[in-house]
Each structure stands twice: as structure tokens, then as C-alpha cells.
């Protein structure tokens, strides 16, 4: 009679489980104990704006850039888009009067391009108190000038 040995049919296997357990309980340590840095690469100082507006004694020369690109000082066109052109109309229009508040009126689908041409111009000029005009998103209450 034969006596078969039971321990030489035994295959060593190593469980897997509770190496994959112990690995999930590291990943979960490490990602809870892990601090992120959410500091910005960029130091910005954002804008203020009150939403009353400024008192002023003297009216405001108005820019205006429609969807074209092109610009009217007040109720004068500029001929030309550039630089010079533009410059030459606002002298002409506001005169040697540098403290002359400034109301930049852009359409909302006018080029950035134009917009920065017509702040260059007012730059170059020696304007200062330059405001860009925005209208409140609907439903946003309205602020009332107590002056009117």
C-alpha cells in the first residue's frame, strides 16, 4: 500500500488581501495628511469700486468704442483707428484741460485691441481719471445718485 504525503501537494500561494489592505489604509494616510498648496504664483491687489457715484463739477469727456472699433469723442467721430488720429480728436474736442474726468464707453463685443488704443491715447495725453463705463447684470438692484 502506498502512503501518499499530504504535505508535498500543498502549493505555497501568498494572499494578497491583506497586503492590498494595508496599502489602501497608506494611500488614504497619505492623501489626508498631505497638505496643498493653494497659494497663487500671481500677487495680485484686486479693485475697489464704490457704487456711488463721484461727485464732479465739470462733465465727463466721453470715449466711446462701438463694435466696429471705431471711436467718437463726445459727439465727434475719430477718422482713423490709430493712435495719432485718436489723440488729435480728443485734443481737439476736451482742448488743454488734463483733469477733465474721463468716461470710456466700450460695447461689449468691441476688439480688447480697441479698447487699449483708446486707453494709450488718454495715457499718452496726460489723462488720469479715466472710468470704464459697465452696465448691472439683469436683476442687480440699481444704485440711485442722491443728487438727482
Request: glycine content about 4%.
Given at each position: ?15 494578497l488581501?491583506p497586503l ?7 494611500i ?7 497638505t ?5 504664483t ?15 463739477e ?7 468704442v462701438n463694435?466696429e472699433?471705431r ?22 474736442v ?9 468716461l ?12 487699449v ?7 499718452q495725453?496726460?489723462f ?7 452696465a ?8 440711485q445718485d442722491p443728487a438727482?
Open positions: 500500500m502506498r502512503i501518499r504525503d499530504r504535505r508535498a501537494e500543498d502549493i505555497p500561494e501568498i494572499n488581501v492590498i489592505d494595508v496599502i489602501l489604509v497608506l488614504i494616510f497619505f492623501v489626508v495628511t498631505t496643498f498648496d493653494t497659494r497663487s500671481l500677487k495680485l491687489e484686486l479693485p475697489r469700486a464704490d457704487a456711488r457715484p463721484a461727485d464732479s465739470q462733465p465727463a469727456l466721453s470715449v466711446l463694435a472699433g471711436y467718437f469723442i463726445d459727439d465727434r467721430e475719430a477718422l482713423r483707428t490709430d493712435v495719432e488720429a485718436i489723440k488729435s480728436t480728443i485734443l481737439e476736451a482742448g488743454g484741460d488734463r483733469e477733465r474726468p474721463v470710456l464707453r466700450a460695447d461689449a463685443r468691441t476688439p480688447h485691441q480697441a479698447v488704443t483708446a486707453m494709450d491715447a488718454l495715457g495725453l496726460g488720469r481719471r479715466i472710468s470704464i463705463a459697465t448691472p447684470e439683469a436683476g442687480a438692484p440699481v444704485v438727482q
